[in-house]
């Protein structure tokens, strides 16, 4: 295990659609993060899981967004109806317990 | 005010000077920081975290934390090109129970050949 891995690395949508990303945490890792980053701008949090509950969810995330981390192992975020507003950089993060967190390589949305 | 805010830059240094990104936070309850570097349509890379107020130092880079100041700040000594990157400041702090970590909009540094 090499660190944290994301799938896909880059997603073309059309308005409107519906998109799932993957994020594959470090192996002993037990809370995993999920970002949203544009540019110009640091990561913003979106939502954490320890083990497999989502423990906090940012305001900022509508309800077009969920998250699930079902067997506390790998997560997917899913992003309903997507919005021209939704492209960015959905990075995702994990660490094992409060300590230092490693990003993944991130999935770059495009929503035309 | 922002909780956790950075000059966005540029920041120009020459080569083989020190180069100082500074971070002032505003919840003075933050336990944690951590200094990511992020290069051009990459990931952060964690480079640094200090927990303790004072000087931590490892290779080339330098972390310095002023609770009372709610400063943080990195120092990198002899300055490369291949430096050259935004460097995100980040606060962690424990609210309602749960870790919340925030990160600055970083400071882009260029190291000047």
């Known amino acids: 295990d090499t660190g944290v891995s994301q799938n896909p690395r880059h997603k073309i949508t059309k308005r409107g659609q519906n998109v799932t990303f993957r994020c594959d945490p470090i192996?002993?890792?037990?809370?995993l993060y999920w970002y949203r980053q544009t540019l110009g701008q640091g990561p913003e949090f979106l939502t954490y899981?320890?083990?497999?509950?989502?423990?906090?969810k940012s305001r900022l995330l509508s309800d077009r967004f969920s998250a699930e981390r079902p067997k506390g192992s790998f997560s997917t975020l899913e992003i309903q109806r997507t919005e021209q507003g939704d492209s960015a950089m959905y990075l995702c993060?994990?660490?094992?317990?409060?300590?230092?967190?490693?990003f993944g390589p991130g999935t770059r949305l495009t929503v035309l | 005010q922002k909780e956790v805010e950075q000059n966005s830059g540029p920041l120009s240094v020459p080569e083989g000077a020190i180069a100082s990104l500074n971070c002032t936070y505003s919840d003075r309850g933050s336990q944690s920081f951590f200094w990511y570097r992020q290069y051009s349509g990459k990931s952060p890379e964690l480079i640094m975290f200090i927990y303790s107020n004072g000087d931590k130092e490892d290779g080339r880079f330098t972390a310095q934390l002023n609770k009372a100041s709610q400063y943080v700040s990195l120092l990198i000594r002899d300055s490369q090109p291949s430096d050259s990157a935004t460097y995100l400041c980040?606060?962690?702090?424990?609210?309602?129970?749960?870790?919340?970590?925030?990160f600055g909009i970083g400071t882009k540094l260029q190291v000047i050949p």
């Open positions: 993060a994990s660490s094992w317990d409060y300590n230092e967190q490693f």
């Open positions: 192996s002993e890792h037990n809370r």
């Open positions: 980040a606060v962690k702090a424990t609210s309602g129970g749960y870790q919340k970590v925030t």
């Open positions: 899981f320890q083990n497999e509950a989502q423990l906090e």
